[in-house]
Structures are given as C-alpha cells and as structure tokens.
C-alpha cells in the first residue's frame, strides 16, 4: 500500500510549459515512458509535459534533445547538486570580490 510518498529517480525534468506547442515529440521518445500530459492548459491552450512517474527519470535528457522549442530538458540529480554547489562558490567568490 501506498504511504503517499513520491519517490525520486536518478533524475528530473525541468518544463517552459508557456513555450510547449503540445507536438508529444518528449513523451514518445522518453525511453522510460515517464512522461504524460498535464490536465492543465498553458496559454495557448496546449497540453504540456508533466513527470507523471518521477521514480522511472534517468535524468538523461532525451525529452530535451527532441523538443523542438527547447520548453523540457533533463537533468540527473548528481549534475543538478553539483551545478548547485558550483553556484554556491561563484556567488561566494563574487561577494568576496565586491
Ligand atoms: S530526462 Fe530522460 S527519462 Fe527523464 S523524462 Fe526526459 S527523456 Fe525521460
Ligand atoms: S517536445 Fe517540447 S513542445 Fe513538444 S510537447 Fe514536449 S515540451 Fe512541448
């Protein structure tokens, strides 16, 4: 039985859902089919890209390599903290420069 929890995968997606023409090219070549539509609308009235199994991502970015409008890409967790930590020494470096 379920306890409500959702549980992460190796790696996530990041979605413009105000870009997103609705065309499913990120779902259809998802290799771990993790992909649906969402129930909302964006502005222009498409369906958008929702991480509808969050436990199945890789993070390999697949979805973002066929996006035609660069509104998804992928990222695997150990990048996406990595990135992060880097962000954290620039920014320190630039405050202690200032
Ligand atoms: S990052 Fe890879 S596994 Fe995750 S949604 Fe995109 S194509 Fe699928
Ligand atoms: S491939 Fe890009 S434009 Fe097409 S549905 Fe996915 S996010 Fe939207």
Redesign the pocket.
């Known amino acids: 039985m379920s306890d409500g929890t959702v549980q992460r995968g190796r790696?996530t997606?990041f979605v413009r859902k105000e870009i997103c023409k609705g065309c499913s090219y990120?779902i259809d070549?998802?290799?771990?089919k993790?992909?649906g539509f969402s129930k909302d609308f964006n502005a222009k009235g498409y369906h958008y890209p929702d991480?509808a199994r969050p436990a199945?991502?890789?993070?390999?970015?697949?979805?973002?390599l066929y996006c035609p409008d660069f509104a998804?890409y992928?990222m695997r967790y150990r990048d996406l903290e990595k990135a992060t930590a880097g962000a954290g020494t620039a920014a320190d470096g630039a405050a202690k420069q200032a």
Not at 29 to 32: I, R, S
Not at 56 to 64: E, K, R
Request: aromatic fraction near 4%; hydrophobic fraction near 30%.
């Open positions: 790696g997606v990120c070549f998802c290799p771990t993790c992909l991480l199945d991502c890789s993070g390999c970015d697949m979805c973002g998804i992928g």
